[in-house]
């Protein structure tokens, strides 16, 4: 299917977004955040280092660069997050958050495995690597 790499690039921006504003949205209170992780047993010192991994990582995702690695990298982050924070069966509403970080994980290894698809940094260095 010649759509194919550009279903991808869309793919992968689509993810990206979800972490540059989720992560950008943490900037305005990492202390809460911070409050919010140690509630699940991570370290709150955590925070910024967990603020900087989704907005860089989406960053690096939306531009194309090094997405293998960063989506295997973001595909571990949905499923740990989704578990610590999210697997509660009692409540519905958690659950679907819980699922919906599965869902997440999933798009994050076929990315991986897939590549970056069209219009990336990744393909154009690949590109150029070739012809010369």
Known sequence: MQSAPYVTALARVLLALLF???GLGKLSDVSGFAGFMASGGIP?????PVVLFE????????LGV???PVA???AGFCLLSGLLYHFVPSDQMQMSSFYKN?????????LAVQGAGALALD???TARRTAM
């Open 44 to 48: 709150a010192f955590l925070a910024w």
């Open 102 to 110: 599965l869902g997440l994980t999933g798009g994050f290894l076929l």
């Open 55 to 62: 907005i860089l990582g989406g960053l690096a995702l939306l």
């Open 72 to 74: 295997l990298a973001m």
């Open 66 to 68: 090094l997405t293998r």
């Open 20 to 22: 540059i504003v989720s």
């Open 123 to 125: 393909t154009w260095r």
